[in-house]
């Protein structure tokens, strides 16, 4: 005997996840699976399992939410979350919530307590992105086998010592983008991704020490990272690398580095970098310079080549 839809959630006592039932139901009415289904007290506890992929914007995520969700879908294999920003969201600790099955994990404008993923709690996490937790996250700790795309949009942490730990604790790892990641100049970052091949910094303020160590690299993009200085790419052997330098001055050892490195086919940098441009203008207060205004172009045009790799 069909039962009305608001009988038909059973022992889901939670009004968040009847919600959620509410949306699943009406997603699948029109659906063969839908049509098969009976609206009675079984829905809450037949169709869990079969749900793989889950896309919440309300109601806002915290603690006791996540680990229901986890709990009621024990077979979830991607979960997208985007919330409006807000200062008040609570702030979820992600390390005690348990999803086997997890491949894929989307998070906008979702506090973390930390960067915390391993085999413990999602040891089949594939793509982890992560855009304005809206706080400081207090640290990294990643750890994960499966790994294959990590990106950050918008995330300052704390304390940013074990990035490239973390990082090199994800052997998988084939691509690394991030946009205004910050708080990686705790620490001189070494990062070690043996099946990398694309990494991707942008405005990174404060990193100023990068050592990849990545054979499969073959995109290498640095783009404002105005505190960066010292890069270093390793080892000399592998795939080749096209090196881009938009917007970012590198110290001269790490651009003869880079020049020299056998590994670095072709390269982009940006001429009108007004990083070179202030570096011009500092080169230029040498009382000792010739005064013939042709000579001082040719040592313009020779210190912006210099930056050429």
Avoid at 153 to 174: E, H, I, M, Q
Avoid at 199 to 221: C, M, Q
Wanted: glycine share 6%.
């Amino acid at each position: 005997m069909t039962a009305p839809l608001e009988n038909a959630l059973g022992d889901v006592h939670n009004k968040d996840i009847a919600a959620i039932w509410v949306q699943v139901y009406g997603c699948l009415r029109d659906t063969e699976v839908g049509k098969g289904l009976l609206v009675c007290k079984t829905f809450g506890k037949s169709l869990p399992p079969l749900i793989k992929d889950v896309t919440l914007s309300l109601p806002v995520l915290d603690q006791t939410y996540v680990e229901s969700l986890a709990f009621r879908f024990p077979n979830l294999e991607g979960l997208t979350v985007y919330h409006e920003y807000d200062d008040n969201n609570p702030v979820v600790d992600w390390s005690q919530v348990v999803m086997p099955h997890l491949q894929h994990l989307d998070l906008n404008y979702c506090p973390l307590d930390s960067i915390e993923f391993d085999t413990t709690n999602t040891p089949n996490l594939k793509r982890l992105s992560l855009e304005n937790p809206g706080q400081d996250v207090c640290k990294f700790d990643l750890a994960l086998l499966q790994l294959k795309s990590l990106s950050f949009r918008f995330t300052t942490v704390a304390d940013g010592r074990d990035f490239g730990k973390s990082v090199s604790a994800c052997p998988n790892l084939k691509q690394f983008s991030s946009y205004k990641l910050w708080g990686l100049g705790d620490a001189k970052q070494k990062l070690n991704m043996p099946n990398c091949t694309t990494f991707a910094l942008d405005r990174p303020d404060g990193l100023y020490y990068l050592e990849l160590v990545a054979p499969k690299l073959t995109e290498l993009e640095l783009l404002d990272c105005h505190d960066l200085e010292h890069v270093r790419l390793l080892p000399r052997e592998g795939s080749p690398v096209k090196v881009s330098l938009m917007g970012t001055t590198l110290d001269k050892g790490s651009l003869q580095h880079l020049r020299k490195h056998p590994r670095v086919g072709s390269s982009r940098i940006s001429l009108e970098d007004p990083m070179i441009e202030e570096y011009i203008e500092d080169m230029m207060d040498n009382p000792f310079l010739p005064e013939d205004e042709t000579e001082l172009q040719k040592l313009k045009e020779q210190w912006r080549r210099q930056f050429h790799l």
